[in-house]
């Protein structure tokens, strides 16, 4: 029998058009899509359609976008599968979307959080004061040791380890500049300064977490109906830690290779991955093999992909 866990995007695999054939097909996911912007007091569907661009990659825009296109898609296979799915898990802003699947917060209460959480984010550093790269390539060990080393240039911390030989560094630019230089001289295939908005995942984003906290004090959680890996341990959280983990994930490191490590280990098969991209799916193919373990991994981003899992699903029954 398959344990099978649903597993989450997180910021950066937004594209303008996303979710517009799903609205259109799906009734129970149109009732998302509408939920959404009737919460935000804004047209969030319109933004996510149509664009432009640079309105969806605005990160207050960007993450409850993400958010509602994931949880439209879930409701869409709770609606049309008698799908058990046995834990969940989301990279970063993915995670609000596996409890909101785990049913521990409402898609509402989400969608509100998400949006203010990527405003904080947004303000907490300057433009022009922080940046992030990806380094690929290199030992985790090294990688940790260059960090140490480079220190005294000023803020730059391990962001993201996504999968084996890919990690992501935050913080400030000459520092993240100078690791990266560094990593590429000890070994990196690659070392790639991205284009971000600012340092997430560090703890130049201390003060998105204060505020973030506040916010959190007026959320009402229920009880886990099925476990959640947490990126903030790479373990289950359990319903008294979620506050504080969604405090901590602000600045800390990603643990997305250990998360899935986590659930390899206990014996899940099968990933389905929900929301727009493929990221997720290219990240647990490599951690499973480092593993030595087969699973199969399955991607649902928008009406077509939907339709074949579904067929696919049914095909196995």
Known sequence: MSKIAFVFPGQGSQYVGMGKDVYENYKVSTKIFDKA????HMNLKSIMFEGPDEELTKTE?????ILTLS???????KDELDV????????????YSALVAADALSFEEAVKLVKKRGKYMQEAVPQGVGTMAAILGLDRDILMDVLDEVSSEGIVEAANFNSPGQIVISGEIKAVEKAASLCKERGAKKAVILNVSAPFHSSMLNKAGEN???ELENIHLNSLKLPVVTNVTGNYVEKDEIKDTLVKQVSSSVLWEDSIEKLI??????????????TLKGFINKISK????????HNVENAATLEKFIQDMKEAE
Do not use: R
């Not at 280990?265 to 493929?278: A, H, N, Q, S």
């Not at 480092?290 to 991994?297: A, H, Q, Y």
């Open 37 to 40: 912007d009737e919460v935000l």
């Open 61 to 65: 825009n960007t993450q409850p976008a």
């Open 71 to 77: 949880t439209a898609l879930l409701e869409v296979l």
């Open 84 to 95: 058990k799915f046995d834990a969940c898990a989301g990279l970063s802003l993915g995670e």
């Open 212 to 214: 973030l906290k506040k």
């Open 265 to 278: 280990e206990d014996g899940f098969d099968t990933f389905v991955e929900i929301g727009p991209g493929k």
């Open 290 to 297: 480092k593993s030595k373990v087969k699973v199969n991994i």
